[in-house]
Each structure stands twice: as structure tokens, then as C-alpha cells.
């Protein structure tokens, strides 16, 4: 299936579904949307930050914060969860805790699910989505230029929290 034309789950500015479509008119028409944000640290509490792919059509070649990725209309968010995380790190996790949080900017508007796990940074595999990764501080991680802003946003967040 092509990247464009994955369903996505839609939802409505209060978190609710209403409906999905292809991810290539949620991204023209900025639509509100569900994804998927994982933190991943080691047990020194470094944060496993990925360089996107080239060809990624937000923040190509940008460093994320946290693996993750839209949710699909069939699914839950604990599926969409385990299901980014492994697709982009190899991680296989199961999820019973998240928390939400809203982001927006003149890119997208995303209801967002964050948590978090803890891996060994030799478990985790490069994918097609990322070519790089690197095991940071979280205060460097933050302060990494080129980093996308929604999973900026989502540590910051993590961080703030109880969670």
C-alpha cells in the first residue's frame, strides 16, 4: 500500500472519531488526527532519538523525539502504539497507559497518545522510516536542532508529567 493512500483514523477537535480517509488528504487538508508517540530511554535515561527518512513527507530528514506514527480507523490506540513502535524501532511492547495531549501548527492538527518504554539501545533496529539513531540526554535531546516539533512537544510533556 502506498503511504499516501493509508487509512487514517479521524477525529473531531474534542478527541472524538468521526470517520478516517487517506492519509494523503488528512495531510492536504490538514485534518485532525490520532498518532502514536513512544518515548524510548535506556536505563541511563537517555532518550533514543531517530532520524527520519529523506522521503518522509513532514520534517523529511528530521530528528524525532519519539517513535510513533498516525492511527489507523481498526485499530486501538495500545495496537497503534506496539505497532509503531515496532515498525520504526523493532521494539515489540505491549501498552495499557498513555496519556493525550493536542498539538497543532500550520502542519497538522494531532491528538496525540504518548507513553513511554525502556529498551536496550542494542535491541533497537534502523527501519525504512529511520536511518539513524542516537542515544541522547534528555536535555540534549530537547535541545537538538531539527527536531519535530510534535515530538519535542510530547518529551517536554513526558517530562512535565507524572506519567
Known sequence: MRVDSEPVLLVSRHNHPRGSCQRGRMQRQRLVHRASYVVVQDLAGRVCVQKRAADKHFY?????????????????????????????????????????????????????????????PDSVSLSDEVVAVQWLPVRQALALPGTTPDTRHALSLLLSSSF
Do not use: I, K
Open 60 to 120: 523529511p530528514g528530521g530528528w524525532d523525539l519519539a517513535a510513533g506514527g498516525v492511527m489507523r480507523p481498526d485499530e486501538s490506540v495500545a495496537q497503534g502504539l506496539s505497532r509503531e513502535l515496532y515498525e520504526e524501532l523493532g521494539l515489540q511492547r505491549q501498552f495499557s497507559r498513555w496519556q493525550w495531549f493536542w498539538f497543532a501548527n500550520p502542519h497538522h492538527q494531532v491528538w496525540g497518545a504518548l507513553s513511554s518504554t525502556v529498551a536496550c
